[in-house]
Antibody
């Protein structure tokens, strides 16, 4: 049974860089799955950040494309998210998820519990 | 960029039917997926590819899609169905995914 667990700093300073990891257990990041990152500001809706394949291929949200980088580390069996130039608007619960894709359509079938990230000086 | 539209809230009495719509111009070309999120929990997919229900999801959850509108139906709503519901799809060129703004179902 695949399980995901996000980790990283719970507090980031404005204009800094947010780096998060997502450890995968019960499965392998090198499998033929897309892996997504989604975030949710407190009290607000879900926002899709992007997705990454083990080959390094990525898709990003147009609104975050200039600031975000997703990657896969097969040696650690984990995913990584890097978000630069953070502002208060980036404060959110960040989720990683394993996607299921078929017929050119993907949905996030397995989610991590999420990690709250606060942006403050 | 591409956006999906959902009603902010739906109220329904126990045992009644709740319907939640999701509107988007690319829906004729792209599948819609639906998630349920309860407070303090990660979302759970309840419908994928317009109308497929994952194992373990009760049969009272169903969905359809026609033209630019996808619809999630909860038949015989139970108190435990009180949650936020999000649709998710992709832009017409399938280059990125989007979530709808979410609909709060109050029972």
């Amino acid at each position: 049974q695949v399980q995901l667990q996000e980790s990283g700093p719970g507090l980031v300073t404005p204009s800094g860089t947010l780096t998060l990891a997502c450890r995968v257990s019960g499965g392998f990041v090198g499998s033929d799955n897309w892996w997504s990152w989604i975030r949710q500001p407190p009290g607000k809706g879900l926002e899709w950040i992007g997705e990454v394949l083990h080959t390094g291929r990525t898709h990003y949200s147009p609104s975050l494309r200039s600031r975000v980088t997703l990657s896969v580390d097969k040696s650690k069996n984990q995913l990584s998210l890097k978000l630069t130039s953070v502002t208060a608007a980036d404060a959110a619960v960040y989720y990683c998820a394993r996607d299921s894709c078929s017929e050119m359509s993907c949905y996030s079938e397995i989610w991590g519990p999420g990690l709250l990230v606060t942006v403050s000086p | 960029s591409y956006e999906l539209t959902q009603p902010p809230s739906v109220s329904v009495f126990p045992g009644q039917t709740a319907r939640i719509t999701c509107s988007g111009h690319a829906l004729p070309k792209q599948y819609a997926h639906w998630y349920q999120q309860k407070p303090g929990q990660a979302p759970v997919v309840i419908i994928y590819k317009d109308n497929k229900r994952p194992s373990g999801i009760p049969a009272r959850f169903s969905a359809s899609s026609s033209g630019t509108i996808a619809t999630l139906t909860i038949s015989g709503v139970q108190a435990e169905d009180e949650a936020d519901y999000y649709c998710q799809s992709a832009d017409s060129s399938d280059s990125y995914r989007v979530f709808g703004p979410g609909t709060k179902v109050t029972v």
